[in-house]
């Protein structure tokens, strides 16, 4: 069954672009360009992509702690200067 009446890609084609290692929309068209023309076949694409073996992102159940030395220190802006900042024209 075609997927892509554009381009004339068929659901096997997307499948084994999968099977290569394609798990996003944007990575079959790069392969086939399935998705490039109108658009009207990246949800299906994207249903394909879904389904099955094909890897796809799952969200995370579990709460995450940040990897040691990697939480950003806070900053305070003009922390230290005893300037007053003043926009031309006001008083």
């Known amino acids: 069954m075609y997927v892509c009446s554009c381009f004339g890609v ?3 084609q997307v499948k084994q672009h999968a099977d290569a ?3 996003t929309p944007r990575q079959i068209a790069s392969a086939c360009k399935a998705g490039t023309d109108c658009g009207g076949c990246v ?3 994207q249903a394909l992509l879904g389904r099955g073996d094909y ?3 799952e969200l995370l159940g579990e709460k995450r702690e ?3 030395g990697s ?3 806070p900053t305070t802006v003009g922390a ?3 300037q007053d ?3 031309s024209g006001a008083a």
Request: glycine share 8%; net charge positive; hydrophobic share 40%.
């Open 71 to 73: 939480a950003l220190a």
């Open 10 to 12: 068929t659901e096997q």
């Open 55 to 57: 890897p796809r992102r």
């Open 66 to 68: 940040p990897v040691a």
């Open 21 to 23: 290692g394609a798990c």
């Open 80 to 82: 230290g200067t005893s």
């Open 85 to 87: 900042i003043r926009l």
């Open 43 to 45: 949800r299906r694409i």
